[in-house]
């Protein structure tokens, strides 16, 4: 079962319909001993950083997520992916989950149009189990202005839109993140959503 995060700020149906297409066991929840009881996460996000950590604060799993991050597979999508990191500066400084080293902020692209939205390909840059099955001429969707500053270690893939963007972070344990819509990506996308749902033991 995978336990998808419902605390107000989520793409969630489209996540749900996307997993019941590949007919992956999924439930929408915040119940903490659902979260517990799951055998993989999903946390997606759409908003803003600060509002979306403090709706998330407001169930009271902000602790749940970090200790069962630490023993099963866990994915953010999009904003959900955003708040992995450590801080968000998005209006305002906020604390994210800190699963993964490193911040958000606006995204630098001279000349480019922000928000960031549309497809763009994936370039890899370090192997990761959700790359599976995948060439080196994908295609994904985004829609976001800020993104993920890091080290290039936790960089799985990422797209050039200008300068270099991550794409999907990997934390080289059970900690994964998509800055764009794998649920809206077509093909590259479900197969991303499939090898996600592989790690279930």
Do not use: R
């Amino acid at each position: 079962m995978i336990s998808i995060i419902d605390y107000g700020a989520g793409n969630i149906f489209s996540v749900k319909n996307a997993l019941d297409y590949l007919g992956l066991e999924n439930k929408l929840t915040k119940d903490k001993t659902e979260i517990e009881n799951a055998d993989a996460i999903i946390l997606p996000g759409v908003g803003a950083f600060p509002s979306a950590m403090k709706m998330l604060d407001s169930t009271g799993l902000v602790e749940t997520l970090k200790e069962q991050a630490k023993k099963k597979p866990f994915l953010g999508i999009c904003l959900g992916m955003q708040m992995l990191f450590e801080k968000g500066y998005e209006f305002e400084e906020a604390d994210g989950l800190g699963l993964i080293k490193g911040k958000v902020d606006k995204i630098v692209a001279p000349g480019m149009i922000i928000p960031h939205m549309g497809w763009n390909k994936l370039e890899f840059l370090n192997d990761c189990p959700l790359l599976e099955g995948l060439t080196d001429d994908e295609y994904v969707y985004f829609v976001h202005s800020y993104q993920a500053y890091c080290d290039d270690s936790a960089i799985s893939a990422y797209c050039e839109y200008s300068s270099k963007v991550p794409a999907l972070v990997y934390d080289g344990a059970n900690v994964y993140g998509a800055q764009f819509h794998p649920e809206k990506s077509g093909k590259t996308g479900l197969q991303i959503l499939k090898n996600f749902g592989g790690l279930i033991k």
